[in-house]
């Protein structure tokens, strides 16, 4: 994060903090109380640590994050992560196009587990099958690596489903509520198709979500298919990646109640917003691999013939448009 940024975001947050003098102290002025949750998200520092580095007290400090993450999100999300419009879906899928190859593609969907101390009273609710307790991140991410839809807070344990079909997300799919354009042509084609997100395979095959074909010893249309897919879905793996790296926190055990951990995900989420809207992203990321979720989807169901019919104009497509690589790519 550069200087610039982190007095953009100061300013952004600091009159929602209350100062109040007392007669023995001085109160902690917005700007400390800043630092010291970014301090906290940045390095993944334990409470106690910033209370000693920065002079304050260890409730002290717990006061602070809770309350920083909360005003943060408040004042960044409507800005840098607000309800997306048709307008924005049809931008994402022009830059997904350019940049990844995909056309009509409004992003790339994932999960991630962010590893938590075992929450009160949870049994083994938040207990996954790579034996530690998480609590799940679900993003839907663009061509830059930013973050426009989040949900928080599915259950570590969850691998039937129930995180995707119980996310906002999908009841906006499901509702008609989220704005997807209407079906257009696909780039170079007479050939129409819908607007797409692209998941892997554990995912539903729906009309307006696609994922690999399965099976061994496929045709070459559908191995093509699955590697231009495969491609695209990198955008999400690399966000997950690029702000794990960032916010050392994400790469520890977060030590705090299950309902402050979603909020510190929230606003490491809108920060990693923050810092590309600001500063860029370069598509050549070398500092960080792209991260393995490892999520595991375990849906029910087949799908419609609909979303077969979809799939297959996609597959066709690249088939006729195959892509000539570079040794950038």
Not at 21 to 38: A, D, G, M, S, Y
């Amino acid at each position: 994060m550069t200087q610039s940024t982190f007095y953009y975001i100061l300013e952004k947050v600091e009159g929602k903090f209350k100062k109040t003098w007392c007669n023995w102290h001085k109160p902690i002025f917005p700007e400390e109380r800043l630092i010291v949750t970014l301090r906290f998200l940045a390095t993944g520092s334990s409470f106690r640590s910033l209370a000693f580095s920065f002079r304050i007290g260890l409730t002290t400090v717990a006061g602070i994050v809770s309350e920083t993450v909360d005003i943060l999100w408040e004042e960044l999300q409507p800005v840098h992560m607000s309800a997306p419009t048709r307008t924005l879906f049809e931008t994402i899928a022009t830059e997904m196009w350019k940049v990844w190859n995909f056309p009509l593609c409004i992003g790339a969907l994932d999960g991630k587990h962010v590893r938590v101390q075992c929450p009160k009273n949870s049994g083994s609710m938040f207990y996954n099958y790579k034996h530690f307790f998480s609590i799940v991140l679900q993003a839907l991410v663009d061509a830059q690596y930013r973050f426009i839809v989040i949900d928080v807070g599915g259950y570590g344990k969850q691998s039937d489903g129930g995180t995707f079909q119980a996310s906002s997300l999908y009841q906006a799919i499901m509702s008609g509520t989220l704005q997807i354009p209407e079906p257009t042509t696909l780039p170079d084609s007479n050939g129409v198709a819908p607007f797409v997100i692209v998941a892997d395979e554990a995912y539903p095959l729906m009309n307006c979500l696609m994922k690999a074909y399965g099976g061994q010893n496929l045709p070459p249309d559908e191995v093509c298919f699955n590697k231009r897919l495969s491609r695209s879905r990198k955008t999400v793996k690399c966000a997950f990646g690029i702000m794990t790296a960032k916010w050392r926190l994400l790469s520890k055990e977060i030590e705090t109640d299950a309902d402050l951990v979603d909020r510190i995900i929230k606003c490491i989420c809108v920060l990693h917003n923050v810092i590309i809207d600001r500063e860029g992203m370069d598509h050549n990321y070398t500092e960080v691999s792209c991260e393995n979720s490892a999520v595991v989807w375990e849906t029910r169901g087949r799908p419609s013939n609909d979303a077969k019919w979809t799939r297959d104009i996609f597959k066709t497509f690249f088939q006729n448009h195959p892509l000539v690589y570079t040794n950038r790519q």
